[in-house]
T-cell receptor, first 110, second 117 residues
Framework: QKEVEQNSGPLSVPEGAIASLNCTYSDRGSQSFFWYRQYSGKSPELIMSIYSNGDKEDGRFTAQLNKASQYVSLLIRDSQPSDSATYLCAASGNTGKLIFGQGTTLQVKP | SAVISQKPSRDICQRGTSLTIQCQVDSQVTMMFWYRQQPGQSLTLIATANQGSEATYESGFVIDKFPISRPNLTFSTLTVSNLSPEDSSIYLC??????????????FGSGTRLTVV
């Protein structure tokens, strides 16, 4: 079992819609969770971090964490074609190591 | 947040040779991480490099193949040795850094694209 799991997609949404990206993790010792966006040929770029249960909003992005269910999600409102990228979910615990899921490819169609 | 300068950005190497990748950080950091991203795949952690001690390698990665140096708190190198075509990947270094509102995140270098021929 992989430590962090994501649906690889591709997830296709029309422009202006809400994109919902999901992630589960197996290590209950994980304390911090991150969503990265990666464009082809570029290094990952941090979008959101979340550490406690509940929702965290930043502009068009909302991260949700449910530690009991070991579940993390990212909602992107008013999706734009420029949001088309691979979204990587990652978790870290006491060791400080950041472990990534396999990534979900998002396609936003104009 | 920290800024990382990673080089080279890309290289084409002959089978059997080695490539050394450098990462320079603009601030002192305790831990540096090295990742591999194979074509079409996500990031896989190779090792954690702490200053003054040997690197800690993840399962499937060994020091003979991926020797790491960490001479000070701002610099690290990863060498990929005895290259084979299977080593063709992007290699990235990463550090933990503090951003806005005292939150922290992991910052990545720009990556080194290695092609082995």
């Amino acid at each position: 079992q992989k430590e962090v799991e994501q649906n690889s997609g591709p997830l296709s949404v029309p422009e202006g819609a809400i994109a919902s990206l999901n992630c589960t993790y197996s290590d209950r010792g994980s304390q911090s969770f991150f969503w990265y966006r990666q464009y082809s040929g570029k290094s990952p770029e941090l979008i959101m971090s979340i550490y406690s249960n509940g929702d965290k909003e930043d502009g068009r992005f909302t991260a949700q964490l449910n530690k009991a269910s070991q579940y993390v999600s990212l909602l992107i409102r008013d999706s734009q074609p420029s949001d088309s990228a691979t979204y990587l979910c990652a978790a870290s615990g006491n060791t400080g190591k950041l472990i990534f899921g396999q990534g979900t490819t998002l396609q936003v169609k104009p | 947040s920290a800024v990382i300068s990673q080089k080279p950005s890309r290289d084409i190497c002959q089978r059997g040779t080695s490539l050394t990748i450098q990462c320079q950080v603009d601030s002192q950091v305790t831990m540096m991480f090295w990742y591999r991203q194979q074509p079409g795949q996500s990031l896989t952690l190779i090792a954690t490099a702490n200053q003054g001690s040997e690197a800690t390698y993840e399962s499937g990665f060994v020091i003979d193949k991926f020797p790491i140096s960490r001479p000070n708190l701002t610099f690290s190198t990863l060498t990929v040795s005895n290259l084979s075509p299977e080593d063709s990947s992007i290699y990235l270094c990463s550090v933990v850094s503090q951003g806005a509102q005292a939150e922290y995140g992991y910052t990545f270098g720009s990556g080194t694209r290695l092609t082995v021929v």
